[in-house]
């Protein structure tokens, strides 16, 4: 794959796709996590004289967080103490005349990409190539570099579309991304343990049935709802409240898949042994086996509980590689961050080769200060997709451009 050092920037256009996807509230972006994680790649970029076109998404059509990039602006303004100009167009004749009027070390970023329609869906990358937002575009590039690891599950026109017209490169995070992930995936040093919760449950499941299968993990421990469905296929009842809770999610049906797991891999997928409920506003912790569990039936369970985090720190203190993705339970309510708080702080705390990722994991690693972590990653869907063992849309693309124009890359490094 083509790095960054690979070409000469200067007085060339560059398209530089970022994942600045961030959290909102009323109306304003409350982290700058993955801004802070782009800067090497954009700087390296306008430091070597580019003339740069920054483009993100921002959530989905018809939620609360769908923004413009105005914001997104302001903020990268501040980061870099040079101006990134918001351009209220995505590839349209205003986006192209900003595009064709920047001067070396010049950057602005383009409207959220998922304003276009074409970039919703996911499609082939010959598809990608056909729509009008690559069409467009692609004739005022020189370079495309691509630093969404985030996004790198996902096969749309702005993340695959240029592949095979322009050279795409990996940017710095990126890079270090797919450093990281390969190294915990393709180690051989044991115990390797994988901490899997959160509310992906399909996705987690798949990862676990490709570690266990590929004999990448020796131990899997499960927190939050996809807890929740392997204490279920083991056989316990989390009550009628919790159980109704996930029917109304939909994640009941994956019950029989994580059972098979069980059949399969015993003893290897470890369940919480107890659980925090919410009890008239209070935490308060429910052994399975105690007397107590009939609490299931009425109050929500929130957390794992103090045992559980005390058994699960001790198997992360021995481990020499550790992959987490997704919280214990819900941390934004500070009674019922103890879980995550508690198993993160024994990862971080660990000698392993430690990687946390997923939205929600990053945020509970900020809120609470969690240090000692190897690497955190910006990826939750595409962190998940590749230890699940599944191609990468982004990573397949990078493998073609470099095949296509691995020459001109050869021609401009002697020139360099």
Request: hydrophobic share 40%; glycine share 6%; with cysteine.
């Amino acid at each position: 794959m083509f790095r960054l050092p690979d070409f000469d920037y200067h007085n060339k256009t560059v398209f530089l796709r970022v994942d600045l996807n961030s959290p909102v509230r009323n109306g304003k972006i409350i982290s700058d996590a993955r801004f802070k994680a782009v800067l090497p790649t954009l700087l390296y970029l306008l430091e070597h004289d580019a003339k740069v076109v920054i483009a993100t998404h921002q959530s989905k059509p018809y939620n609360e967080d769908y923004i413009t990039t105005e914001q997104h602006a302001e903020i990268l303004s501040s980061l870099i103490s040079r101006e990134v100009e918001y351009v209220e167009d995505i590839f349209g004749r205003y986006a192209r005349e900003k595009i064709n009027s920047l001067k070396p070390g010049d950057a602005v970023i383009l409207e959220n990409l998922r304003f276009a329609a074409e970039e919703i869906k996911q499609k082939p990358i010959e598809e990608c190539e056909r729509t009008h937002f690559v069409r467009k575009l692609a004739p005022l590039l020189d370079y495309v570099v691509n630093d969404a690891f985030a996004a790198a599950h996902r096969s749309q026109p702005s993340l695959v579309g240029f592949a095979r017209i322009k050279p795409m490169i990996m940017g710095f995070l990126m890079e270090k991304e797919v450093r990281a992930l390969t190294k915990a995936y393709e180690s051989t040093e044991k115990p390797k343990v994988y901490v899997l919760g959160g509310a992906k449950v399909g996705d987690s499941l798949r990862v676990a049935e490709n570690v266990l299968k590929q004999e990448k993990a020796d131990l899997i421990l499960t927190g939050g709802l996809v807890g929740h469905i392997f204490t279920l296929a083991k056989g316990y009842n989390l009550g009628a409240a919790n159980i109704e809770f996930l029917e109304r999610k939909g994640l009941l049906k994956f019950v029989d898949l994580a059972e098979e797991l069980l059949d399969e891999f015993y003893p290897y997928i470890r369940t919480p042994v107890d659980f925090a409920i919410d009890y008239r506003g209070e935490r308060l912790e429910v052994d399975l086996l105690s007397d107590e569990k009939w609490l299931f039936d009425k109050y929500p369970i929130l957390d794992v509980g103090s045992r559980t985090v005390e058994k699960y720190s001790q198997i992360l203190n021995q481990a020499k590689i550790i992959v987490a993705n997704g919280p214990m339970g819900v941390f934004e309510i500070e009674e019922f961050a103890l879980g995550t708080i508690g198993v993160f702080k024994a990862i971080g705390e660990s000698e392993a080769f430690s990687i946390v990722g997923g939205g929600h994991s990053i945020a509970s690693i900020y809120k609470y200060s969690i240090q000692g972590i190897t690497h955190i990653s910006t990826g939750g869907g595409a962190m998940l997709a590749f230890f699940a063992g599944e191609k990468l849309p982004v990573l397949e693309a990078f493998r073609i451009s470099y095949e296509r124009f691995k020459d001109k890359a050869k021609i401009e490094s002697v020139v360099h």
